[in-house]
């Protein structure tokens, strides 16, 4: 089992930046790819950012591309996203996830991920 625990949520106006954490336990870190996702009222949960187990690879959404940076921390079990240029449509509950790294499935895929935390809610005001 990994848990998985966010924190780093809040309500920031637009143009404003937060900066997301998820920490991890249980099982080894560095076995797991990660990712973000996020889920609006009455919206699907879509994938943000996603980050292979070393770092080496990030992968984001259209949406987030060049506004929102992934990265990890391996010896303190960590990923972080960095959120720049907030945009009111940015407002969801956010997702850390964690995937198996031998599991080839697509990082946008969020069947592939076998471990959610509970989340944190992001509002950016208009």
């Known amino acids: 089992q990994v848990q998985l625990v966010e924190s780093g949520g809040g309500l920031v106006q637009a143009g404003g930046s937060l900066r997301l954490s998820c920490a991890a336990s249980?099982?080894?870190?560095?076995?797991?790819?990660m990712g973000w996702f996020r889920q609006a009222p009455a919206k699907e949960r879509e994938f943000v950012a996603g980050i292979s187990w070393s770092g080496t690879n990030t992968y984001y959404a259209d949406s987030a591309k060049g506004r929102f940076t992934i990265s990890r921390d391996n010896a303190k079990n960590t990923v972080s996203l960095q959120m720049n240029s907030l945009k009111p449509e940015d407002t969801a509950v956010y997702y850390c996830a964690a995937k198996d790294k031998y599991y080839s499935a697509s990082y946008y895929d969020t069947h592939a991920y076998s471990y959610w935390g509970q989340g944190t809610q992001v509002t950016v005001s208009s």
């Open positions: 249980g099982r080894t870190f560095s076995n797991y790819a």
